[in-house]
Protein backbone atom coordinates (compact mmCIF):
# COMPACT_ATOMS: atom_id res chain seq x y z
CA UNK A 1 0.00 0.00 0.00
CA UNK A 2 1.26 3.38 -0.75
CA UNK A 3 1.72 5.41 1.84
CA UNK A 4 1.00 9.45 1.91
CA UNK A 5 1.80 12.35 4.34
CA UNK A 6 -0.08 15.38 4.29
CA UNK A 7 2.27 18.73 5.35
CA UNK A 8 1.21 22.56 5.42
CA UNK A 9 -1.85 22.93 7.75
CA UNK A 10 -1.81 26.10 10.31
CA UNK A 11 -3.57 28.76 11.40
CA UNK A 12 -4.81 31.74 8.93
CA UNK A 13 -6.58 34.35 8.93
CA UNK A 14 -10.01 34.83 6.69
CA UNK A 15 -9.19 35.49 3.29
CA UNK A 16 -5.36 34.21 3.47
CA UNK A 17 -3.73 31.10 1.79
CA UNK A 18 -2.48 27.87 2.55
CA UNK A 19 -0.46 25.21 0.16
CA UNK A 20 -0.93 22.08 1.44
CA UNK A 21 1.12 19.01 0.31
CA UNK A 22 0.70 15.53 -0.02
CA UNK A 23 4.15 13.11 -0.42
CA UNK A 24 3.96 9.46 -1.32
CA UNK A 25 6.58 7.10 0.09
CA UNK A 26 6.06 4.55 -2.90
CA UNK A 27 7.19 4.54 -6.99
CA UNK A 28 3.41 4.01 -7.95
CA UNK A 29 1.95 7.41 -7.27
CA UNK A 30 1.65 8.15 -11.21
CA UNK A 31 -0.25 5.29 -11.97
CA UNK A 32 -2.86 6.66 -9.29
CA UNK A 33 -5.67 9.45 -9.38
CA UNK A 34 -5.57 11.21 -5.98
CA UNK A 35 -7.69 13.69 -4.17
CA UNK A 36 -8.16 15.94 -0.86
CA UNK A 37 -10.90 15.20 1.65
CA UNK A 38 -11.67 17.15 4.56
CA UNK A 39 -13.40 16.40 7.85
CA UNK A 40 -14.61 19.43 10.68
CA UNK A 41 -15.37 18.86 14.07
CA UNK A 42 -19.25 16.85 13.48
CA UNK A 43 -19.29 16.15 10.62
CA UNK A 44 -19.01 13.59 7.58
CA UNK A 45 -15.47 13.34 5.72
CA UNK A 46 -16.29 15.45 2.50
CA UNK A 47 -15.26 15.79 -1.02
CA UNK A 48 -12.44 18.67 -1.48
CA UNK A 49 -10.68 18.34 -4.80
CA UNK A 50 -10.08 15.12 -7.05
CA UNK A 51 -7.02 15.15 -9.98
CA UNK A 52 -6.25 12.46 -12.32
CA UNK A 53 -2.73 10.53 -12.78
CA UNK A 54 -1.50 12.87 -15.81
CA UNK A 55 -3.16 16.06 -14.32
CA UNK A 56 -6.20 16.47 -16.12
CA UNK A 57 -9.04 16.32 -15.29
CA UNK A 58 -9.50 17.97 -12.37
CA UNK A 59 -13.24 17.85 -10.47
CA UNK A 60 -14.22 20.35 -7.62
CA UNK A 61 -16.60 20.42 -4.94
CA UNK A 62 -19.07 23.56 -5.17
CA UNK A 63 -17.75 25.19 -1.84
CA UNK A 64 -14.01 25.27 -3.40
CA UNK A 65 -14.28 26.24 -6.94
CA UNK A 66 -12.72 29.19 -7.91
CA UNK A 67 -10.82 29.03 -4.43
CA UNK A 68 -8.93 25.64 -4.29
CA UNK A 69 -6.32 24.47 -6.80
CA UNK A 70 -5.28 20.78 -7.13
CA UNK A 71 -2.18 19.72 -9.02
CA UNK A 72 0.54 16.78 -9.26
CA UNK A 73 4.27 16.67 -9.98
CA UNK A 74 4.46 12.66 -10.17
CA UNK A 75 8.46 13.19 -10.94
CA UNK A 76 8.43 14.21 -7.28
CA UNK A 77 5.55 11.87 -6.13
CA UNK A 78 3.56 14.75 -4.82
CA UNK A 79 0.66 16.06 -4.82
CA UNK A 80 -0.57 19.62 -4.21
CA UNK A 81 -3.81 21.73 -2.84
CA UNK A 82 -3.37 25.73 -3.12
CA UNK A 83 -6.43 27.09 -1.31
CA UNK A 84 -7.09 31.04 -1.67
CA UNK A 85 -9.61 32.90 0.06
CA UNK A 86 -9.73 30.54 3.13
CA UNK A 87 -13.14 30.96 4.94
CA UNK A 88 -13.65 29.89 8.23
CA UNK A 89 -16.33 27.29 6.78
CA UNK A 90 -12.69 25.73 5.38
CA UNK A 91 -11.59 25.18 8.89
CA UNK A 92 -10.89 20.99 9.17
CA UNK A 93 -8.42 18.48 8.92
CA UNK A 94 -7.18 17.68 5.25
CA UNK A 95 -6.87 14.39 3.75
CA UNK A 96 -5.02 13.55 0.54
CA UNK A 97 -5.83 9.70 -0.67
CA UNK A 98 -4.96 7.59 -3.72
CA UNK A 99 -7.00 5.32 -6.07
CA UNK A 100 -5.95 1.58 -6.25
CA UNK A 101 -3.31 1.30 -8.45
CA UNK A 102 -3.98 1.67 -12.49
CA UNK A 103 -7.19 3.31 -11.90
CA UNK A 104 -6.31 6.65 -13.67
CA UNK A 105 -9.46 8.95 -13.56
CA UNK A 106 -10.67 10.93 -10.72
CA UNK A 107 -13.63 10.42 -8.05
CA UNK A 108 -15.56 12.45 -5.85
CA UNK A 109 -16.53 9.56 -3.40
CA UNK A 110 -14.28 8.92 -0.53
CA UNK A 111 -15.34 4.87 -1.39
CA UNK A 112 -13.10 5.13 -4.36
CA UNK A 113 -10.10 5.66 -2.47
CA UNK A 114 -7.74 3.09 -0.91
CA UNK A 115 -4.61 5.05 0.81
CA UNK A 116 -5.14 7.82 3.08
CA UNK A 117 -2.83 10.31 4.74
CA UNK A 118 -2.99 11.10 8.42
CA UNK A 119 -4.52 14.46 8.21
CA UNK A 120 -3.13 18.25 8.42
CA UNK A 121 -4.93 20.50 10.77
CA UNK A 122 -6.64 23.73 8.68
CA UNK A 123 -7.95 26.65 10.56
CA UNK A 124 -9.53 29.35 9.36
CA UNK A 125 -9.71 32.46 11.77
CA UNK A 126 -12.57 35.17 11.20
Known amino acids: QVQLVESGGGLVQAGGSLGLSCAAS????????MGWFRQAPGKEREFVAAISWSGGPTSYADSVKGRFTISRNNAKNTGYLQMNSLEPEDTAVYYC???????????????????WGQGTQVTVAS
Open 26 to 33: GRTFSSRA
Open 97 to 115: AVRPSGTLGPSTSARDYDA
